[in-house]
């Protein structure tokens, strides 16, 4: 009976402490959990005059209006309430570290990157897994690596003097039109070998074009819907992908080798031994097409703008060609390329006042802080689109002087703006984990392209200064650029 009394005891008492227990836990863990929220500090957010989608109608009437006030306003973190999505910028290299140095777990493109997959194609870049796409990106790379850019002056050397020797003596040209001619010759040349022709090489250029039609923030949302510039992407493509096959087909049949970058892919290998395939080199080739095309021809008109409108100079860079031309015999090679130092801070300059990719986008998966220079916290949840913009940060008065100004000698050493606040104080070319691969190649077409125009032409801008068409998902120039040209030969 007593013993009976201790157990009844000895279990009421179990039960009082696991109620008690519990309740504590529960008290414990909601309080935690509510001062937590209340710790958290999100971004502030756009507002506009229309409610809910006020911010949205400024960002795409002007998105670098929008960046500008808001920055001014709310500083260099906020957020940006799209529809069903909230994007938040970072917009000073203070907070943006960890946008281009997080992981793919952290920080990820595929998503915000959808759009492209109907264009670069099914399993390839970010429609692959991330050890798949990192491997892909690779070979990428290795056709960029220097030996192969050694190798491919004399094609960018020939296919330049080739294009020029059309011109006349003098005359007037739209220069858009022109670069945008040449650089997809070189690009062609260096990616597909010098035995595809002038003509496959259009055709190619006019397919590209075609698949650029679908842009614009319906095909950043919905890449897939039936619309007609998403049938017409979906055709284009097909008909891409036929040429390209048979320039791969015929390389491989042919049982030849080249420098250019169709046989790297054909010649790499993914870490487990096996041989990319026909689509995936298809592919790879059109990513590094369409992804070095407009971006490299809006840089080589930029560049063009401004040495043209300002003469200082355009004459500071044709000294360094006399300079070169004396030293090196009148002739270019790989090192002389390398030693056009003035000419390469003049294209970085036209880059950092008009970089051609103008947000940089990542979907967070896991929420994570940053401390702005003037010392605010703020939360940035899991599930935001995460984005930096170098229209934004290439412009912030305290890191560049006089931030508006053409003025390649920032670069200079002694000043060195580009590094004043680290490492990502210039994303023309974005930074860290995923800058660009083609970025090496680029400055070497446009030093290949420029120097030549700088040595054989005089250069009158006769249309106004170009504007930047913010219609498309690469910045490229609005209206023709019409420049007067007269040939001359630099005296060495
Ligand atoms: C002036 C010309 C160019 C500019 C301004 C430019 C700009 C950029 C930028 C800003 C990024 C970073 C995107 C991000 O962080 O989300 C990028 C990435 C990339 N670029 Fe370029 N690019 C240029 C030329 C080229 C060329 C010629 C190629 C040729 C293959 C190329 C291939 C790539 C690739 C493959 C990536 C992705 C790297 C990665 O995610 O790991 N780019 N580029």
Redesign the pocket.
């Known amino acids: 009976m007593m013993n009976n009394k201790v157990q009844l005891l000895n279990a009421v008492l179990v039960i009082v402490t696991a109620i008690v227990s519990v309740n504590f836990i529960v008290k414990w863990a909601l309080k935690t959990l509510i001062s937590r929220r209340i710790k958290r500090r999100l971004p502030p957010v756009v507002k506009g005059r229309l409610p809910l989608i006020g911010g949205v109608v400024r960002f795409v009437k002007n998105p670098i209006k929008l960046l500008e006030e808001e920055y001014e306003n709310l500083g260099s973190v906020f957020t940006l309430n799209v529809v069903n999505k909230n994007i938040t910028f970072l917009l000073e290299p203070q907070v943006s570290a960890h946008f281009f140095t997080a992981t793919e777990s952290e920080l990820s493109?595929k998503e915000v990157y959808r759009f492209t997959v109907p264009i670069f194609g099914p399993g390839i870049i970010y429609d692959a897994e991330y050890s798949v796409r990192h491997q892909q990106?690779r070979f990428?790379e290795d056709a960029f690596r220097v030996t192969k850019l050694q190798g491919f002056v004399d094609d960018l050397l020939e296919e330049v003097q080739e294009y020029f020797s059309r011109w006349g003596d003098s005359g007037e040209v739209d220069l858009k039109q022109e670069l945008d001619n040449l650089i997809i010759l070189t690009?062609s040349r260096c990616f597909l070998g010098r035995e595809v022709s002038e003509s496959i090489t259009e055709e190619i250029t006019s397919l590209i074009n075609e698949i650029n039609v679908a842009k614009g923030p319906v095909t950043m949302m919905f890449p897939y819907l039936p619309i007609p510039a998403h049938r017409n992407r979906d055709k284009a493509r097909k008909k891409l992908d036929t040429i390209l096959s048979k320039i791969i087909v015929s390389r491989k049949s042919s049982g030849k080798s080249g420098n250019d970058m169709l046989q790297t892919l054909i010649d790499s290998k993914y870490k487990d031994g096996r041989a990319t395939t026909e689509a995936e080199i298809t592919g790879m080739l059109i990513?590094?097409i369409y992804?070095?095309q407009r971006?490299?021809s809006a840089?080589a008109i930029w560049t063009g703008a401004y040495l043209i409108h300002y003469k200082k100079f355009w004459l500071a860079a044709t000294e360094e060609q006399t300079t070169l031309m004396k030293k090196n015999g009148n002739t270019i090679n790989y090192d002389v390329l390398v030693g056009m130092q003035v000419l390469y801070r003049c294209i970085k300059e036209a880059?950092r006042l008009r970089?051609?990719?103008p947000l940089?986008?990542r979907q967070s998966h896991r929420e994570f802080s940053v401390v702005t220079r003037k010392g605010e916290k703020y939360d940035i949840p899991r599930g935001h689109i995460v984005a930096a913009s170098?229209v934004l940060s290439n412009r912030l008065p305290h890191i560049y002087t006089n931030p508006d100004d053409y003025d390649p000698e920032r670069y200079c050493i002694g000043r060195e703006e580009d590094k004043l606040a680290g490492p990502f104080s210039f994303?023309?070319?974005?930074g860290g984990?995923?800058?660009?691969?083609?970025?090496a190649?680029?400055y070497f077409?446009?030093k290949t392209i420029w120097s030549h125009l700088l040595r054989n032409f005089e250069l009158h801008l006769i249309s106004s200064f170009p504007e930047t068409d913010w219609n498309d998902i690469v910045w490229g120039v609005k209206d023709k650029v019409m420049v007067r040209y007269q040939r001359r030969n630099l005296a060495y």
């Open positions: 493109q990106f990428v690009a990513t590094s992804g070095g971006t490299t840089t880059l970089p051609s990719v940089l986008l170098p994303t023309s070319f974005g984990r995923h800058s660009c691969l083609g970025e190649f680029a077409e446009l």
